[in-house]
C-alpha cells in the first residue's frame, strides 16, 4: 500500500495530525482522509508543548496580580501543571486558539497500472464547537506524548464519509457534497479538563480518566452506519453510559442522501465499550463483545439486544445462557469474535490458542 501512496499524499506543506485511508474491494479506488488542525494546536501536538502553543505566551493579568500578592504575603502559588505535562486548552479564548480553523481533504484516487488519477479533491472546514468537544472528550497527555481520539470513517464505495460526528456524501462527478450531522449520542457527555492532586500537594491540569470515545462502522453494502462506544473508563455507574445505534442510509429521488435511525440499543454499565463490532455480510445481523458478553443483535427486528451468546471454557463453545451466563468469563478466554466470509460461522479467537474455533450461526439464527 505504500508504495501505492500518490505523490499529492506523500508531498504536502503539513503533515495531517489525524488521516484514515480505504480502498475498495477490488482494490481500484483509494480514498484519503485527513484532517489537519490550525497551527497552534499542531505546534503544540508536534513538540509536546502546551495546546494551544504561543510564539510569546499571552500575558495573564490576573495570575500576574496572584503571583504579587502572593510575594507580598510570603506565601508560594501552586503550578500550573506538573513537571514536563503540557497544559490542555483551558480558557475559553484557549479553547478558540486551539479549535479555530480546523479543516479535512478527501481525495479518491483511480489507481491504473499506468499511474493514478484523482477523481475526487474536496476540503471541508470543520466546525470549532465539534472540535472543542472532541478535544474535551478524548484529548490527554502525559510526560510522553499527546494521544487524543478523533473518529474518523469512509464508506465501501468510497462516496460517504464521516469526520467526528459528521456525515459528508459526496459524488465524483459532480463534486457534490451534503453534511447531515448524526446528532444524539455523540453530544451527550461532555468531560472537562479538571484539577487533581498530584505528589507534594502540588495542583496540575489533567485530564479526567473516564476519557469518552466512540467510533463508527459501516455495513459491508454502506447501507448501514453504526455508532458504537470504545475504551470508556467510567469512575462510577453512568445511565446509558455504553450504546450502539445503527443509522440507515438511503437514496432520496434528488440524489442525496437520506439518514435514518434503524434501532438503538444503551446499557447502564461499567461496560469498558464495545469490541469486535461487525456487520454480517448479507444478513441485517450485528456481532459485538463488551467484557462480559458477546451479543447477536438483529437491529431491524423490535427494540434492544436480541441474543446474548457467552462463551465458555470448554473448548467448543457452548451457549450457557441467553440471558447473560456467568459474568466475567468471556473477558478472560476470548480474544476476538467475528463472522466468517460467506457469513455462516462466527470465528472465536481464544488466547494462547493459536487457531480459531467456528461456531455455527445457524442455530442462533433460529432464536432471534
Request: with cysteine; charged share 20%; glycine share 6%.
Amino acid at each position: 500500500m505504500a508504495d501505492q501512496i500518490p505523490d499529492e499524499i506523500k508531498h504536502q506543506p503539513h503533515s495531517p495530525v489525524f488521516s484514515h485511508s480505504r480502498a475498495t474491494p477490488n482494490s481500484k479506488r483509494v480514498a484519503f482522509l485527513q484532517v489537519f488542525p490550525n497551527r497552534r494546536f499542531r505546534d503544540g501536538w508536534k513538540k509536546h508543548a502546551d495546546i494551544p502553543s504561543y510564539d510569546r505566551l499571552p500575558r495573564d493579568l490576573a495570575r500576574d496580580i496572584a503571583q504579587i500578592r502572593a510575594l507580598l504575603e510570603g506565601t508560594v502559588l501552586s503550578p500550573d501543571k506538573a513537571a514536563n505535562v503540557p497544559n490542555p486548552p483551558q480558557t475559553a479564548q484557549q479553547l478558540k486558539d486551539a479549535c479555530s480553523g480546523w479543516s479535512a481533504t478527501y481525495r479518491v484516487f483511480s489507481m491504473e497500472p499506468s499511474g493514478h488519477i484523482m477523481t475526487t479533491s474536496i476540503e471541508i472546514s470543520l466546525s470549532k464547537l465539534d472540535v472543542a468537544l472532541c478535544l474535551r472528550q478524548g484529548l490527554c497527555a502525559d510526560d510522553n506524548e499527546w494521544a487524543c481520539s478523533f473518529p474518523l470513517s469512509i464508506s465501501p464505495d468510497l462516496d460517504m464519509f464521516t469526520v467526528l460526528h459528521n456525515l459528508v456524501c459526496v459524488k465524483n462527478d459532480k463534486l457534490f457534497q451534503q453534511v447531515i450531522s448524526l446528532d444524539g449520542p455523540t453530544t451527550h457527555r461532555w468531560k472537562s479538563w479538571s484539577k487533581v492532586k498530584s505528589d507534594g500537594h502540588r495542583e496540575h491540569t489533567a485530564a479526567r480518566s473516564d476519557i469518552y470515545r466512540y467510533q463508527f462502522t459501516w455495513s459491508p453494502d454502506g447501507k448501514y452506519l453504526l455508532f458504537h462506544d470504545i475504551q470508556m473508563q467510567p469512575l462510577a455507574w453512568v445511565d446509558n453510559g455504553t450504546c450502539a445505534v445503527v443509522f440507515v442510509i438511503n437514496n432520496r429521488p434528488d440524489g442525496r442522501k437520506k439518514v435514518g435511525v434503524a434501532n438503538s440499543f444503551a446499557s447502564s454499565s461499567f461496560s469498558s465499550g464495545f469490541q469486535d463490532c461487525e456487520f454480517h455480510p448479507t444478513e441485517d445481523l450485528l456481532l459485538f463483545r463488551d467484557e462480559l458478553n458477546t451479543h447477536l443483535w438483529r437491529f431491524l427486528k423490535g427494540l434492544g439486544v436480541a441474543m446474548f451468546l457467552t462463551i465458555d471454557t470448554d473448548k467448543n463453545p457452548t451457549v450457557l445462557d441467553l440471558d447473560g451466563g456467568p459474568k466475567g468469563q468471556l473477558a478472560g478466554l476470548v480474544d476476538r469474535v467475528s463472522f466468517t466470509a460467506c457469513g455462516g460461522y462466527l470465528a472465536v479467537s481464544r488466547l494462547r490458542e493459536e487457531w480459531p474455533d467456528f461456531v455455527a450461526l445457524g442455530g442462533f439464527l433460529s432464536m432471534l
